[in-house]
């Protein structure tokens, strides 16, 4: 099942950072969670990959708004330039305090309960993903 939720931008790029990492540790290494989960997991990054991409599109923009064209074509911002890194700043933090609708599929927790090497710190991680 599908559910949407509302999350802060900060929540939708900390949650799509540790399902990254944790896919590819669990692909390196020996499995953690259970099938389940990690199939969850999987499809959980999935959903929120086009968000997180709209999201990094608006930073790209405030960057190229603000910075500077580096000979790689990327832009980064001048750290001199009190005053347009301030605005950067400024407008990035109203980015990363805003919310997004995101689709995910919710994680029973009774999938955890023979997993006795997640710890509290994966857990409040996945806190909402976890019904």
């Known amino acids: 099942m ?3 939720v509302q999350a802060t931008v900060m929540d939708i790029m900390f ?3 540790f399902l ?3 896919i590819e540790e669990n692909q ?5 969670y259970p099938a389940i989960v990690e199939m969850l997991m999987i499809k959980n990054y999935k959903l929120i ?4 991409k709209e999201i990094d599109n608006e930073k790209n923009k405030l960057l190229e708004k603000y910075g500077i064209q580096q000979p790689d074509g990327s832009y980064a911002l001048d750290l001199n330039d009190i005053e347009k890194s301030q605005a950067y ?4 933090s109203k980015i990363m305090s805003g919310t997004r609708t995101i689709k995910i599929r919710p994680i029973k927790l009774s999938y955890f309960e023979n997993t006795p090497g997640i710890g509290f710190s994966s857990m409040r991680k996945l806190d909402f ?3």
């Open 2 to 4: 599908i559910k949407k």
């Open 15 to 17: 949650l799509h950072k």
């Open 20 to 22: 990254s990492e944790e």
């Open 28 to 32: 390196n290494s020996e499995p953690i």
């Open 49 to 52: 990959l086009p968000v997180v």
């Open 89 to 92: 700043a400024k407008e990035n």
């Open 129 to 131: 993903l976890v019904i």
